[in-house]
């Protein structure tokens, strides 16, 4: 009734005063019109007030007709409470099983490559025993071979920790990070970047990773050639913007790597916006609320 009340006062007010503006043109006084005063030549000032007023009173009025329905309509305390609750509890669910699934990556790669190279090069080592006085050519063909294996597994080693944390990113930055990563990506990539500092650890692998699942994606499904990077920090928040000339149609109920980039945000409240049209241009945002500051002292 109040909320009818606030939203029906403006027209009504407006709508009185045309009323009274029309009186002139009346034989005789319209009924209800009595209310104002009239005095002769005067008479249409109240109706000129009230559709004024009105007028003047319409969009304030359609503003407190808003917080009012808000305050009626709107979230509790505690309903807000308790959805923050379970959006920290999907998220933690979320950053289980990601963390679980990289930990069976990792330790897959190490069984299937450098554990099974070392395996290797360990038997090999051991039949140099056996060849040594026999057939020294043969020797040194098994030393060379098990070399090979033992550099084979130090590169699968390298690989394997770049994917975990890449030392670029932990030695000089985000911005640097990104910009080692499109050298490595096979079309043109070209990175702009406004970071004031640094972030968190934590927040950089998360952003670094999700840009790159972004250019993999590009390449494998959009069949782009150009990509461009933009990493900027404003307003307190951390944002990545991730655009490339592929043919669009990228849709997160389609693969896992959107939705991946969507879950590895959300452990740090930040948000995924995906506009990818049929036929180009894919366009991510990425935004994470961080602070930044010195690369010793920042803190998100």
Known sequence: MVGGGIAAAPPLAVG????????????????GYDLLPQAGALAPLPGLALVAGGL????????????????????TERSRLARRVEQLTETRLDATEAQAAELRRIERDLHDGAQARLVAVSLRLGAVAALIDRDPEQAKRVVTDAQDNVTQALQELRDLVRG?????????????GVRALALDVPLEVEV?????????????????????EALTNAVKHGDARHATVRLAHAGGLLRAEVTDDGGGGADPARGSGLRGIRRRLAAFDGTLTLTSPPGGPTRLIMELPCVLSSPRTSSC
């Open 164 to 176: 975990i944390h890449p030392p670029v990113l932990a030695e000089r930055g985000l911005a640097e």
């Open 56 to 75: 003047a009173l319409a969009r304030p009025a359609l503003r407190l007709h808003g917080r009012w329905t808000r305050v009626l309509l709107g979230p």
């Open 192 to 212: 702009r970047t406004e970071l004031p500092g640094r972030a968190e650890a934590p927040v950089e692998s998360a952003v670094y990773f999700a840009v790159s």
């Open 16 to 31: 009185y005063g045309l009323y009274g503006l029309a009186q002139p043109l009346l034989p005789a006084p319209g009924p």
